[in-house]
């Protein structure tokens, strides 16, 4: 009998230890063991940066085309089978007076470039006298440099840049060119993450301040930014190993790195001191504050990484990128949060309150100013429902009138030379004999049907000229033979080049090309490239896309939110608002950025009557990312008293006045992050930075204060349903039971 109690008592400690929730065992281990964590993740962050700081030297400036597009297909096929290739640099020449009484210091400056280590040959207006190549007013000229076929574009371009561009002499030279613009690009995007950096750092501290009430729990959330920055800086070097990334994905690792560190931290720190003023000691209150937001803050990572994995669907890196990027960010994210934080929170215990700036508690209310609002909203939910979504709809209407574009050097600061350099041969040279619209014919048909086939491509009303491997005509009429027969013949196939008259990355530009492509081609298949394709089947391969991206975030949000919930209807109501008030921001972001508006804010960029198609998608998918965020910071609160059984009005309540104060202060933060992208001299960073801005203020405000708790109280018992046989599977594997 002496040893019969022992015995039991063992057993009963097995099962309770069998019966702590997962994430009570996480937060009493992390609190057991707080130095040897916390310490392990100071050391691991520094590892990170070691290794993860070589990833600029990886990162890519294109990535915006459609690799397996007709463009691509058109470009490689040309290369392939043609041996020809397009300018790896163009030279716009300027002289003070004329470019012909210039002849010689222009022909020294070229010697000089066709020395440069890589470089072929150069074709110029003095080599051949081409008088496409020189501008009406004859003080213009152009010069193309061809590359070997193993140099490297991206040096060779840097060197002519560094060395032959500028004043030389009485000539002001120019470089363009896809390498040039590139590297524009990069050297921009490098100055804009420090300059981000250096504007959102400080104004989140000093916020945070504020929010947190104590400037020792106000340094918390960047423990965790910084870890997570470094360790996705790591993540994107070992994919830049064996993938191209591009290097506009740092400013999301940096502004999304920053956003989830204090999202996370916030709803840790305002749980723990809950926890904490209930009367629970140190070690239990973090053991249960990881219970709770913990898990809340796993949840929410996982649902940000998996909406954030939908720009994995697209064809094009630049894209996809920021898929790895989010993912990284998201998971690294989660674990400064899960480890970090609680270890800090064990050491410091009620000292994270030391230095108090606000006063009174610092210990969160049961009633308040949130608990009020969403009360006053639930007496008066249709009134409030109605007018929420009429605002929006409102602010949704200019993406009706949305036009589409791609990135091109225009959205380069406009006294950027790159950018000057496009807006001399727009203005000097309308043929755009540098992007014409290549034209690939495989198995070609005869000579003369060749020839029928230009003509009647030379007749459309942009069409400056067409080539064809024996002819250049005119308005329908051959004008001359082709200077180079070389490299426009393959065995039966044949290639053509129409220049346009007007821009390529424009509406007009797109309508010409299809034209071009609605000509039938004498051949078993005809392949239209070129500046203009490239940007077309970039924004067709979207299109095509977006609908299952689409399906994806709707589905993985409906199998979220289930777990998490146990409802159908919650899901639904998530996914549908969420689309309401990104539609808003896409909105107010075409009204912004298409037509001009509001450059006082924005900082200047050049209009182009259009809004990249691609950046569109990403703020699409970060703010939605982001909006689930904080939908699942406030319906834990919400799920949680409605399961200790509070009706749904006083649930919603609660659940507001617990969370309300946090999803508004992080909306804040978080948008104070993303708006300083707008000090940024990339327009299409620009525009990330103002739609995410402008999605995550509408979501904060007009969403979670108003139409939530307006729609809930409506539907009444119905947020809970779910079939019987649902809620048999949410009992095994939900994510909300401890």
């Not at 933060?669 to 300083?676: D, E, P, Q, S």
Request: net charge negative; hydrophobic share 50%; with cysteine.
């Amino acid at each position: 009998m002496p040893c019969y109690v022992p015995h039991m008592n063992a057993v009963h400690i097995t099962s309770a230890a069998r019966r702590t929730p997962p994430f009570a065992r996480l937060g009493a281990f992390v609190a057991r063991h707080r130095w040897p964590v916390l310490i392990g993740y100071v050391i691991s962050a520094v590892i990170f940066g070691i290794f993860g700081v070589q990833v600029f030297a990886n990162m890519k400036s294109e990535g915006f085309i459609d690799p397996g597009g007709e463009a691509a297909r058109a470009a490689a096929y040309i290369q392939d089978e043609f041996g020809a290739s397009d300018a790896a640099v163009i030279l716009v020449i300027q002289s003070p007076t004329d470019v012909d009484s210039d002849a010689a210091a222009a022909t020294a400056l070229l010697d000089g470039v066709a020395a440069v280590p890589g470089v072929e040959s150069i074709v110029s207006y003095w080599s051949t006298g081409a008088p496409q190549l020189r501008s009406d007013d004859g003080r213009t000229a152009q010069a193309f440099v061809y590359a070997d076929s193993g140099a490297d574009l991206e040096q060779l371009s840097a060197d002519i840049v560094d060395t032959y561009t500028g004043q030389q002499g009485d000539l002001t030279v120019y470089a363009f060119g896809g390498e040039v613009i590139g590297n524009a690009f990069t050297e921009t995007i490098s100055g804009d993450i420090a300059r981000a950096e250096g504007v959102a750092v400080p104004l989140t501290a000093i916020l945070l301040i504020f929010v947190l009430g104590s400037v020792v729990a106000a340094g918390l959330p960047f423990l965790v930014a910084i870890g997570t920055i470094l360790g996705s800086f790591l993540t994107l070097y070992v994919i830049s190993l064996f993938n191209d990334v591009s290097v506009f994905s740092l400013n999301l690792v940096t502004g999304l790195g920053l956003a989830l560190g204090i999202d996370y931290s916030l709803l840790i720190i305002n749980r723990f001191r809950e926890e904490l003023g209930a009367g629970k000691s140190v070690p239990d209150a973090v053991a249960a504050t990881v219970n709770s937001a913990g898990k809340t803050v796993f949840v929410s990572g996982i649902t940000v990484a998996v909406a954030l994995s939908a720009l994995l669907f697209f064809p094009q890196y630049f894209l996809r990128s920021f898929g790895y990027a989010g993912i990284a960010v998201s998971v690294f994210a989660v674990l400064g949060a899960l480890t970090a934080i609680p270890a800090l929170l064990a050491i410091l215990g009620p000292r994270i309150n030391k230095l108090k700036v606000r006063r009174g508690d610092l210990t969160p209310k049961e009633d308040g100013g949130w608990a009020r609002l969403a009360r006053f909203v639930m007496r008066r939910p249709w009134p409030v429902l109605i007018a929420s979504v009429a605002v929006l709809l409102v602010l949704a209407a200019p993406a009706l009138g949305a036009v589409f574009g791609q990135v091109d050097e225009r959205a380069l600061p406009a006294d950027n030379p790159v950018a000057q350099a496009g807006q001399v041969l727009r203005d000097e040279f309308p043929g755009n004999e540098g992007s014409p619209y290549e034209v690939v014919l495989i198995d070609a048909g005869s000579a003369e049907e060749i020839r029928s086939y230009a003509e009647q491509i030379s007749a459309l009303e942009d069409v400056e000229r067409v080539t064809t491997p024996t002819d250049v005509i005119v308005d329908g009429q051959v004008v001359a033979p082709n200077p180079d027969p070389i490299t426009w013949t393959s065995g039966s196939d044949a290639r053509l080049s129409a220049v346009g008259s007007v821009p390529p990355i424009d509406p007009a530009g797109e309508q010409l090309l299809a034209d071009i492509r609605a000509i039938p081609a004498p051949a078993s298949e005809a392949l239209v490239g070129g500046v203009a394709a490239d940007s077309a089947d970039a924004t067709q391969s979207i299109l095509d896309r977006f609908w299952w991206v689409l399906v994806w975030l709707a589905l993985t949000t409906l199998v979220i939110l289930f777990l998490y919930t146990g409802s159908l209807l919650i899901p639904v109501k998530a996914f549908v608002l969420n689309l309401l008030s990104l539609s808003a921001a896409l909105g107010v972001l075409v009204w912004v950025f298409q037509d001009g508006r509001l450059s006082w804010l924005t900082g200047d960029y050049t209009v182009t009557g259009t809004v990249d198609m691609s950046t569109l998608v990403l703020i699409g998918v970060v703010a939605f990312a982001l909006s689930m965020d904080y939908e699942l910071f406030m319906l834990s609160r919400i799920t949680e008293e409605h399961a200790a059984g509070k009706d749904t009005t006083d649930a919603v309540a609660f659940g507001l006045q617990r969370t309300g104060r946090i999803v508004t202060a992080a909306a804040l933060l978080i948008a104070i992050v993303f708006a300083a992208f707008m000090t940024s001299g990339a327009t299409n960073i620009k525009q990330l930075g103002f739609g995410v801005t402008v999605a995550i203020l509408l979501d904060a405000t007009i969403v979670r204060a108003l139409l939530v708790p307006s729609f809930m109280r409506i539907a009444g018992k119905a947020n809970w349903w779910a079939p019987a046989w649902l809620k048999r599977v949410h009992a095994r594997v939900g994510l909300q039971e401890g």
